[in-house]
T-cell receptor, first 116, second 116 residues
Framework: DAEITQSPRHKITETGRQVTLACHQTWNHNNMFWYRQDLGHGLRLIHYSYGVQDTNKGEVSDGYSVSRSNTEDLPLTLESAASSQTSVYFC???????????????FGEGSRLTVL | AQKITQTQPGMFVQEKEAVTLDCTYDTSDQSYGLFWYKQPSSGEMIFLIYQGSYDEQNATEGRYSLNFQKARKSANLVISASQLGDSAMYFCAMRATGAGSYQLTFGKGTKLSVIP
């Protein structure tokens, strides 16, 4: 079955360290997204990509970067982790192209990051 | 820009009763889609139901229905015959339809607790 997986599921790191969260999907979706979830804020968009070599900033992109070298993967990098980036991170993908299907997103199981 | 407002941080409902979770939205787009997701305590995001802005009928999926009132910009989720397994966070989300805008904007969520 096609799926979307995130790793690691849990990570503890120190302030100032670089951290990369992996996201891999096997649906061959063009569109991939990273959201963070914080109590009282719901899900907020960090970065997104509509295809290989395409990346875009979302609502809360400061301190984060992504790259898209193939269809399957969209790794999220925290260049210098800060305590404010302690959160649960969700990767999502979807096939939507402006026509046809409803375009719901398929989510990974989340990665819980703690920055000490 | 799009905005989703969920005004009920928490709701309680008696098992087997119906419950309505409120969602209002704001957008300048003429064509858009509205979504509801469920997040149980295990953390995964589960797609429940979709409503297109030009759909004449309210969407239904099993015990879930979406009460769509376009003029009032509301897209409330109705859960009939609540079950203990319905206890979860519920997120309303939207996206403009048409080319070039495929990300979802989420509300802050409503925590539903079903009482036996």
């Amino acid at each position: 079955d096609a799926e979307i997986t995130q790793s690691p599921r849990h990570k503890i790191t120190e302030t100032g360290r670089q951290v990369t969260l992996a996201c891999h999907q096997t649906w061959n979706h063009n569109n991939m997204f990273w959201y963070r979830q914080d109590l009282g804020h719901g899900l907020r968009l960090i970065h997104y990509s509509y295809g290989v070599q395409d990346t875009n900033k979302g609502e809360v992109s400061d301190g984060y970067s992504v790259s898209r070298s193939n269809t399957e993967d969209l790794p999220l990098t925290l260049e210098s982790a800060a305590s404010s980036q302690t959160s649960v991170y969700f990767c999502a993908s979807g096939p939507y192209d402006g026509t046809g299907n409803t375009g719901e997103l398929f989510f990974g199981e989340g990665s819980r990051l703690t920055v000490l | 820009a799009q905005k989703i407002t969920q005004t009920q941080p928490g709701m309680f409902v008696q098992e087997k009763e119906a419950v309505t979770l409120d969602c209002t939205y704001d957008t300048s787009d003429q064509s858009y889609g509205l979504f509801w997701y469920k997040q149980p305590s295990s953390g995964e995001m589960i797609f429940l139901i979709y409503q297109g802005s030009y759909d004449e009928q309210n969407a239904t999926e099993g015990r879930y229905s979406l009460n769509f009132q376009k003029a009032r910009k509301s897209a409330n989720l109705v859960i009939s015959a609540s079950q203990l397994g319905d206890s979860a966070m519920y997120f309303c989300a939207m996206r403009a339809t048409g080319a070039g805008s495929y990300q979802l904007t989420f509300g802050k969520g409503t925590k539903l607790s079903v009482i036996p």
